[in-house]
């Protein structure tokens, strides 16, 4: 047996580099990361696509230089992805893999047309050491990848909720599919997955791994079941759990499934638990679950929660977990996270020290505190250490109060989305650095839409709506603000609304609902765009304006005449048969409606309020721009 190297090249800006094939090698890779790279983040991504072109789920990433990282992962393609690179700032960054030469095979694992299940796969030549990989679009599904030994009777092994990516399990298995739950016709579906397997050196040929027991344990209790994959009690499925560990000589990654059907919330009872390694989920239906950490537990090496799974944390003496050290990073995918009033915290960072940095990733509908009633700590951060906490999606931190920090101690935050950026945080003490704002949204594209074609808005997730009104004008809707089968009943879903044609679009709020807290329809800059957030309540705001922009702007002030509580008419000075109107000043408490008049026709209309009655006298000044 001899040993494997290859350098991941680094790309020239931010973004992947190039892809190399390292199906060659083990399971256990090394991977190295050299040099200068302040600021700028480095995440290894693997791949089984066969063309190494698509498919590819991050494994870990690297915030420092001069590092090195042990992966246990069967892998046919691997690259480096940069974020955060700046070219003002030195970049020197190198990174190199290596691994023993016992090659991985592997095997596309096809979907079903529908939910269910998709057809099996013969995997009986693979290794026991399985790494599965998802990608693609599938909000609101569960893909779960199953394992037969006589291809009739199937066992859950991992599971993969609205998000696709990478878990490793020890399996023994004759057959594998796919089984969807949850999809809907309405939702574009593009998920993909796929195996990669190897044995570790003297396997045997594939006769590694614990028979019957798959890297998926389901905490499930109430349910009456003591294994081999679903649990009634704690200590049984943490068993199991060491039973795998020591099969992959203390290493490995597993996932834990909350499973709270019989008994809620599922209750996690005192004890010191090794979760290093570990994903904590709710359930495989996609319905979600409720945990509690009783008095008394701690969670060492707990950095990972997903699948619509919320957690409260119960302990009063001591935090829940208290090893994230510099450079550790927690992720929750559609998780929530608190502490009950008057607890410890969930993440006790008591060990950092001054100039360390832990990263808490929030993605989809994440949230740190649930409500304002349970506010306890979630993170506790002492006086030097720095906590960045980046939102995504929906993602928010809900109660501000449960961050907490020293006097002394640095908060900063992000969005990649228009997720709500909270500024006041009253029980931290030192610093909180001004909130950095990067639009990257991953929006679902309409078709395009010719004149005088609208886009649907009954979808569940945020849209991009692409019009060409090179034939006519446009009036595009915009989705009901919390209509919970729109998907809209919270703060933070966006709706990026396109033209592509040169023409006249516009979007209006439907029903009651605003934008900008004004009723009536905005203008769409031609070849332009409007990106607009919803406020979960009645408001749309416009975050961003891509175009051109209006021209030949005029300004004017008008006194009210006319009839005491009526209507009136604005005739405007200059003739602008093109013009877009728009109105800058409105005051006061009562609506009184005013029209634009050009040439002898009423071009535009506005509710304008009115400061004290009598309603004559009032001033109004609105804008008019020629054009687009």
Not at 379 to 408: L, N, Q, R, Y
Request: aromatic fraction near 8%.
């Amino acid at each position: 047996m001899a040993n494997l190297f290859a350098d991941l090249p680094m790309p020239v800006a931010n973004g992947p580099g190039a892809a190399v094939d390292v199906s060659g090698m083990g399971r256990d890779k090394t991977v190295v990361v050299r040099g200068d790279f302040p600021g700028a983040t480095i995440t290894i991504e693997i791949s089984q696509d066969a063309g190494g072109a698509t498919g590819f789920a991050p494994v870990t990433t690297f915030q420092n230089g001069d590092q090195r990282r042990l992966l246990e992962v069967a892998a046919r393609y691997m690259r480096v992805n940069v974020e955060g690179r700046k070219s003002a700032v030195t970049f020197t960054a190198n990174a190199d893999v290596g691994a023993s030469d016992i090659g991985a095979q592997f095997a596309a694992l096809p979907m079903p047309a529908n939910n269910g299940v998709g057809a099996a796969v013969d995997v009986s030549a693979l290794g026991s050491y399985c790494t599965f990989i998802t990608a693609g679009s599938f909000l609101g599904v569960t893909l779960t990848i199953e394992a037969s030994e006589d291809g009739v009777a199937y066992a859950p092994v991992v599971a993969f909720a609205n998000y696709g990516g990478q878990q490793s399990a020890v399996v023994t298995a004759n057959f594998m599919r796919v089984r969807v739950s949850g999809r809907k016709a309405v939702i574009p579906f593009t998920a993909t997955a796929a195996v990669g397997a190897v044995n570790d050196a003297g396997g045997g040929g594939g006769g590694g791994g614990t028979p019957g027991i798959s890297n998926c344990l389901i905490y499930q209790p109430g349910g009456g079941s003591a294994g081999p994959g679903t649990f009634d009690t704690w200590a049984d499925l943490i068993t199991a759990l060491g039973l795998l560990r020591a099969d992959a000589s203390g290493g490995g990654c597993y996932t834990i499934q909350f499973d709270d059907q019989f008994v809620s919330p599922a209750v996690v009872p005192a004890g010191a638990y090794n979760m290093t390694g570990v994903t904590w989920e709710g359930r495989a239906d996609g319905f979600g679950a409720f945990v509690e950490l009783a008095e008394g537990s701690s969670f060492a090496g707990l950095r990972r929660f997903q699948g619509y799974l919320q957690v409260t944390n119960l302990n009063t003496t001591a935090p829940a977990v208290i090893d994230l050290l510099n450079g550790g990073i927690v992720t929750l995918h559609g998780a929530v996270l608190e502490t009950v009033t008057g607890g410890q915290p969930f993440f006790g960072l008591a060990a950092l020290g001054p100039g360390d940095t832990v990263v808490f990733e929030l993605y989809e509908t994440s949230q740190i505190g649930a409500s304002a009633l349970v506010a306890g700590p979630v993170i506790d951060a002492p006086a030097g250490a720095t906590v960045f906490i980046g939102t995504e999606g929906a993602s928010a931190i809900a109660v501000p109060a449960a961050v907490v920090g020293a006097v002394g101690a640095t908060l900063q935050r992000a969005s990649s989305s228009l997720a709500t950026v909270n500024t006041v945080y009253p029980n931290w003490l030192g610093t909180i650095d001004a909130p950095r704002l990067d639009v990257a949204p991953s929006l679902v594209p309409t078709p395009y839409l010719l004149a005088p074609a609208v886009a649907p808005v009954s979808a569940t997730f945020n849209l991009w709506m692409r019009l060409d009104a090179s034939g006519g004008a446009i009036a595009q809707p915009l989705p009901a603000i919390g209509a919970a089968a729109q998907g809209l009943s919270g703060p933070g879903c966006f709706v990026l609304v396109s033209e592509h044609g040169g023409g006249v679009a516009t979007v209006t709020p439907n029903g009651a609902d605003t934008i900008g807290g004004a009723a009536g329809a905005v203008r769409v800059p031609a070849n332009g765009a409007l990106l607009l957030v919803s406020d979960g309540v009645s408001d749309w705001t416009i975050v961003a304006t891509v175009g051109a922009g209006p021209t030949n702007w005029q300004s004017f002030t008008y006194t009210a005449t006319g009839v005491e509580g009526q209507a009136f008419t604005v005739t405007l000075p200059v003739a602008q048969p093109d013009a877009t109107y728009q109105v800058r000043s409105m005051l006061g408490v009562v609506v009184r409606q005013f029209g634009i008049a050009v040439a002898s026709k009423i071009a535009a209309s506005f509710d304008v309020e009115t400061t004290t009655a009598p309603m004559l006298g009032d001033v109004i000044t609105f804008d008019v721009f020629n054009g687009p």
